[in-house]
């Protein structure tokens, strides 16, 4: 069975303005506020590790190596904000 790995999408670009981390459509109807997400620390670092494909495990794991989380608090967190960034079209599948 092939696991199934996420990664960022094109379509969305990451940018720093001031203090805030966000993720900005550049195809499609930027005007729609719905698809533009602000970020926390955590966030903006899954969205950088999905540069590359990864599983659900590969980040759970380096999220709990790089911040002080709770093991059984990471792991459905993880699961929410992939699956929002899903639904709004900012993360592929692959496998």
Do not use: C
């Amino acid at each position: 069975m092939i696991e199934t790995r996420y990664r960022r999408s094109e379509n969305f670009v990451f940018r720093k303005i001031v203090n805030e981390m966000i993720l900005v459509p550049v195809k499609g109807n930027i005007v729609e506020m719905e698809h533009i997400f602000t970020l926390n620390e955590v966030g903006a670092f899954i969205w950088d590790e999905l540069a590359q494909p990864r599983t659900l495990d590969e980040l759970e794991s380096v999220v709990l190596e790089n911040f002080d989380a709770e093991p059984e608090i990471v792991r459905p967190e993880l699961e929410a904000f992939l699956a929002d960034l899903a639904a709004n079209q900012a993360l592929e599948r692959t496998g």
